[in-house]
């Protein structure tokens, strides 16, 4: 079935584009994987990134009627709502751009991430869909690294807290590049999230990034609002944010945003 949509694209001039990352999952068994792990509710909204040829929107438009696919690529955009006739919103835009697109409402999130782009898409996630359960993504293996880098390494920062904090996180499986068209250069492997107590916010999302700014910089510096806190979570002040764990860089927020307007 993908071959025939590749076969229909390339009839009208168009190849898939290394720039945009597209690298299109044609392997039905990792499909069908990749749809059982996002554990679809008829009623759910579902958000998925980057849908291509529409190997996961179309099983995915079978399982709920809430479907909204943002895809940057024009022709691909257009392919999936006018040939594939897509039972879904389709949005035609950079996802990184994107503004009022009911984020809130969002219960399930499912991308294949291109390495480029991963890090700067899954924080806007972290920061805008606050009430997704599920978040599902395909990622380089060696992007693992930095999604599960621990305090004091040079791969943590804003992304592996976020991931941390946001609840139970796993690699599902390995998808071999036999399994893309055109097969890529890397291998990649499947993730999920399933969030947990803790309620991520674009404030907090936003707090991460001035404290990860300049790394070697003492927390104080980045984020000057900081230096009343410390000393009352018992912190030096001269701490770094990589040396602080996920749930201190928390409540370290928390303590500002509770007597303050702004960080």
């Known amino acids: 079935m993908l071959q025939d949509r590749l076969d229909h694209i390339s009839s009208k001039g168009f190849l898939p584009e290394s720039r945009f990352g597209q690298n299109f999952l044609s392997d039905e068994v990792m ?3 990749i749809i059982d792990l996002c554990e679809i509710k008829p009623e759910d909204h579902v958000l998925e990134i980057g849908p291509g040829l529409g190997s996961l929107s179309v099983p995915l438009s079978e399982l709920t009627s809430g479907l909204t696919v943002v895809e940057i690529d024009k022709r691909l955009a257009s392919y999936i709502k006018d040939d594939l006739k897509l039972n879904a919103h389709i949005i035609t835009s950079d996802y990184l751009k994107l503004k009022d697109y009911g984020a809130e ?28 359960r599920k978040m599902v993504f395909m990622v380089e293996e060696d992007a693992l690294q930095r999604i599960y880098a621990k305090e004091g390494t040079k791969q943590y920062g804003p992304l592996s807290v976020l991931v941390s904090l946001y609840g139970p996180s796993r690699k599902e499986f390995t998808v071999p590049r036999e399994c893309f068209v055109p097969a890529p250069n890397t291998t990649s492997c499947v993730i999920s999230l399933t969030r947990g107590d803790i309620k991520l916010s ?21 984020v000057k609002e900081t230096a009343e806190y410390l000393p009352e979570l018992g912190l030096p002040t001269d701490v770094r944010a990589e040396q602080l764990s996920p749930e201190t860089l928390y409540k370290l927020y928390n303590a500002i945003i509770s007597n303050t307007d702004k960080v």
Not at 106 to 127: C, E, G, H, Q, R
């Open 31 to 33: 499909i069908g994987n």
């Open 105 to 132: 409402d969002i219960d399930v999130v499912v991308s294949n991430l291109p390495y480029y782009v991963m890090t700067d898409i899954m924080k806007k996630l972290f920061a805008e869909c606050v009430n997704a």
């Open 202 to 222: 674009s404030g907090f999302v936003g707090f991460l990034n001035k404290a990860f700014a300049m790394r070697r910089k003492k927390l104080v510096n980045n």
